[in-house]
């Protein structure tokens, strides 16, 4: 069974910062991308950065360039992404999410980690 | 950035019924097209991608279609587990966008 737990998420003042981890099982790390979606409180989810399968290309939205970083680690099936100079606006569910194929969907999700920023 | 816009933003239905659910895209992201079910508290779960592609082990009652900018969700008969909120997603260009969201309620 396909499955990624995520953790590290928690309450963080505005300016700090966070790692967020994700474990992945259940299939072949080292042959999917990953990545991160965020959902704030009663908002629709966004994407915020994938990493490809080899860890060789990342992208991020432009709500967190600069201030974020994706990694993985292929010999833990662990999946990063640390955040710095975190704003209320970062507030959200962080979810890990795995890459169906070539497409740009998700196809496994966590539970999510809840970050939130504030003083 | 590509703008997702879903329409209607709840739409009630009795159970049996048909459900249609739209979502336009601001420039076309051709057949590159995905929508989730999200209930409350849970993770979203993938249904369709490539606008018309279901997912493994997705009822038959869930159709997507549309190209371009303009694409429909259908649930054929509603059943009392799809009341949740549905979100579409452009997998067309990074960054992908996701809709704002319909809650489909009970009537």
């Known amino acids: 069974e396909v499955q990624v737990v995520e953790s590290g998420g928690g309450l963080v003042q505005p300016g700090g910062s966070l790692r967020l981890s994700c474990e992945a099982s259940g299939f072949t790390f080292t042959n999917y991308a990953m990545g991160w979606v965020r959902q704030a409180p009663g908002k629709g989810p966004e994407w915020v950065s994938i990493?490809?399968?080899?860890?060789?290309?990342?992208y991020y939205a432009d709500s967190v360039k600069g201030r974020s970083t994706i990694s993985r680690d292929n010999s833990r099936n662990t999946l990063y992404l640390e955040m710095n100079s975190l704003r209320a606006e970062d507030t959200a569910v962080y979810y890990c999410?795995?890459?169906?194929?070539?497409?740009?969907?998700?196809?496994?999700w966590g539970q999510g980690t809840l970050v939130t920023v504030s003083s | 950035e590509i703008l997702m816009t879903q329409s209607p933003a709840t739409l009630s239905v009795s159970p049996g019924e048909r459900a249609t659910l739209s979502c336009r895209a601001s420039q076309s992201v051709s057949s590159n097209l995905a929508w989730y079910q999200q209930k409350l508290g849970q993770a979203p779960r993938l249904l369709i991608y490539?606008?018309?592609t279901r997912a493994t082990g997705l009822p038959a009652r869930f159709s997507g279609s549309g190209s371009g900018t303009d694409f429909t969700l259908t649930i054929s008969s509603l059943q009392s587990e799809d009341f949740a909120f549905y979100y579409c997603q452009q997998h067309n260009e990074w960054p992908w966008t996701f809709g704002q969201g319909t809650k489909v309620e009970i009537k």
């Open positions: 999410a795995k890459r169906h194929g070539d497409h740009g969907v998700v196809d496994n």
């Open positions: 990493i490809s399968s080899s860890g060789g290309s990342t």
């Open positions: 490539a606008a018309s």
